[in-house]
Each structure stands twice: as C-alpha cells, then as structure tokens.
C-alpha cells in the first residue's frame, strides 16, 4: 500500500525526519508545511539548507532539495499556518508526524483528528506521532486517535518554560517578548557582555525597539528580565534532533507493519542525553476526562 505522509515543520528535527522518510521504501508522497524562512543561525544543523537559501522558505526548499535527489518520491510543499487548513485537508494521510516547536499547533492538530476519528465512527484514524526536542532532551508520543491517549492528556508534562521556542522561529515571528530577548541577544548583539551594563543597556534599548516593530507588550521588560532569559536560553542540538527523528519514524514503521498493538503498547518515550544516553518508552494512560478525547470530558 502507498503510503502518504504529512511532517509538521522544517526545522532542524522536521530535516532529521524528512531525511528518514525518505529512505523508506514504502512511503511514496511526503507534504511539508511550514511558514518560516531559512535564516543563517539554521544551517549548523539543518543540512537540508545552504547559504544561498537564506530567506527562502523552509517548506519550499526542503521539498526541491528531496525532489532532486529522489525523484521517485513526490514531495509538496505548503508555506502557511497549519491552523488555516481545513480537516479534509488531514483526512487524506496515513500518517502525520509532528517536528514543531511550539504548543498551540500541537494541540489544533490532535483536536483535528480526534474529531476526524469520532466523526467518522473510527473509519479514518491517522496515526499523529509527536516529535519534541529541547536541548539534550527530547520526547516522542504515538497517538491514536479515539484509541490511545491523546497529545492533550499528556499536556501537564510538558515543562514549565515549555514557552521558549528554538532560534530559528523567533526571527520571524516572535510571539513574545522573551522571543524579542533571545533575538536581540543571541543574533543581533551575540558578542555583548550581560557583566557590562553598557552592554546590558544596549540590549534593553534595542529590545524595545524590536519589540514595537512586532507589536509585543514590553510591560515584562527589564534589565534583570532580560538577563534572566539569557541565562535560560536553550540550544538546539543536532544529535538530540536525529535520536528523536529516528524513533518517531521507528514508531511509524511499526504501525505500519503491524508490530504494534496500538492499544497497548507503550506510546511515550523519554530521551535524555544530559548525562550519557538514557531512553525510556512506558504506556501513558487516557486522561478519563480529557476535554479532546474523553467521551464524557470535564
């Protein structure tokens, strides 16, 4: 059977992910959404990327890059918030596997198919395998819509400073003032120095100033904020990005093969690379009254 897959975001995870897709032999049609353009802080460690692509978009550029170099493989580009798309535009996949960074996407996606699943009596169910990196630290979820638990039941165990976003989204569309913060201090001014407060004043001034060309509140903004957010600025890290790509397209490949008891087999998997190597898969239970998948939701 075809097999057509649908990668949420062209990161440096979406890259990892995307590059797996390809060599399996049994997916035919890949379609790539992401709104955001290749800036020059990207390339370190999404190789699907050079530096002529700079200001490119993502989507269009990783889906030329794959196309020249497999054509068997038919690959789709959407530049566009994947919020704006309707369900019939999901309902056509076998697979959805998500490289975001950010929580509100997640959470629009796996209402999505909840509802698809419901709706539809359980005749279309799309597996949605959740991919998130944060560091040295990554996790993998395998939802099955209607059958295991879903993204939202799991949402408590997400950090707390789950708000930060990798750099390579904050330039072009902050959503915060602390995205104005990392901006300005890790791009704009990285060879300032946070002991010097003529440094530490340049970065307040100029984060105001980035701040009101976005149109974001600076009601938070200090000099002991912005020294705050530098300190628990959290890099992306290639290795971490390519260990959680794997096991999201391991977890694809054992559905797909039928390998895997979708309604008891562990669907969590924790990867901590802060202290050796250290991976962990466990069952997650249904949140009984989980407001997306809960047949009597609180």
Same mark, same amino acid.
């Given at each position: 059977?075809?097999?057509?897959?649908?990668?949420?975001?062209?990161?440096?995870?979406?890259?990892?992910?995307?590059?797996?897709?390809?060599?399996?032999?049994?997916?035919?049609?890949?379609?790539?959404?992401?709104?955001?353009?290749?800036?020059?802080?990207?390339?370190?460690?999404?190789?699907?990327?050079?530096?002529?692509?700079?200001?490119?978009?993502?989507?269009?550029?990783?889906?030329?890059?794959?196309?020249?170099?497999?054509?068997?493989?038919?690959?789709?580009?959407?530049?566009?918030?994947?919020?704006?798309?309707?369900?019939?535009?999901?309902?056509?996949?076998?697979?959805?596997?998500?490289?975001?960074?950010?929580?509100?996407?997640?959470?629009?996606?796996?209402?999505?198919? #909840? %509802? +698809?699943? /419901? !709706? &539809?009596? $359980? =005749?279309?169910?799309?597996? @949605?395998?959740?991919?998130?990196?944060?560091?040295?630290?990554?996790?993998?979820?395998?939802?099955?819509?209607?059958?295991?638990?879903?993204?939202?039941?799991?949402?408590?165990?997400?950090?707390?400073?789950?708000?930060?976003?990798?750099?390579?989204?904050?330039?072009?569309?902050?959503?915060?003032?602390?995205?104005?913060?990392?901006?300005?201090?890790?791009?704009?001014?990285?060879?300032?120095?946070?002991?010097?407060?003529?440094? #530490? %004043? +340049?970065? /307040? !001034? &100029?984060? $105001? =100033?980035?701040?009101?060309? @976005?149109?974001?509140?600076?009601?938070?903004?200090?000099?002991?904020?912005?020294?705050?957010?530098?300190?628990?600025?959290?890099?992306?890290?290639?290795?971490?990005?390519?260990?959680?790509?794997?096991?999201?397209?391991?977890?694809?490949?054992?559905?797909?093969?039928?390998?895997?008891?979708?309604?008891?087999?562990?669907?969590?998997?924790?990867?901590?690379?802060?202290?050796?190597?250290?991976?962990?898969?466990?069952?997650?239970?249904?949140?009984?009254?989980?407001?997306?998948?809960?047949?009597?939701?609180?």
């Amino acid at each position: 059977m075809d097999c057509k897959v649908l990668v949420l975001g062209a990161g440096g995870l979406g890259c990892e992910i995307l590059k797996n897709l390809t060599m399996l032999g049994f997916v035919t049609q890949v379609h790539i959404i992401d709104m955001d353009t290749i800036e020059l802080t990207n390339l370190n460690r999404q190789f699907l990327f050079h530096d002529a692509d700079i200001g490119k978009a993502k989507a269009l550029v990783a889906a030329q890059y794959i196309s020249s170099r497999f054509p068997r493989l038919q690959v789709v580009s959407h530049v566009q918030d994947l919020t704006t798309l309707p369900p019939s535009f999901y309902r056509d996949f076998q697979f959805i596997i998500s490289g975001l960074d950010a929580i509100e996407p997640r959470r629009f996606i796996n209402e999505t198919l #909840v %509802k +698809l699943t /419901l !709706e &539809s009596n $359980y =005749e279309i169910c799309i597996p @949605f395998i959740d991919g998130g990196t944060e560091g040295l630290k990554g996790h993998v979820k395998t939802i099955i819509p209607g059958i295991s638990a879903c993204w939202e039941c799991s949402i408590d165990t997400l950090p707390s400073h789950q708000d930060t976003v990798p750099m390579c989204t904050i330039a072009n569309n902050p959503r915060c003032i602390e995205h104005i913060v990392e901006y300005v201090s890790t791009i704009q001014y990285p060879e300032l120095d946070i002991e010097s407060a003529p440094d #530490v %004043k +340049l970065l /307040l !001034e &100029s984060c $105001y =100033e980035r701040a009101a060309q @976005f149109n974001i509140s600076t009601e938070k903004l200090s000099t002991n904020f912005i020294l705050g957010v530098i300190k628990n600025i959290i890099p992306s890290v290639s290795t971490t990005n390519a260990m959680v790509a794997a096991t999201c397209c391991t977890q694809m490949v054992k559905i797909y093969k039928d390998l895997i008891d979708l309604e008891n087999d562990n669907n969590f998997t924790l990867i901590n690379c802060s202290e050796g190597c250290f991976m962990y898969s466990f069952k997650f239970e249904r949140l009984p009254g989980c407001p997306v998948c809960s047949f009597n939701p609180r």
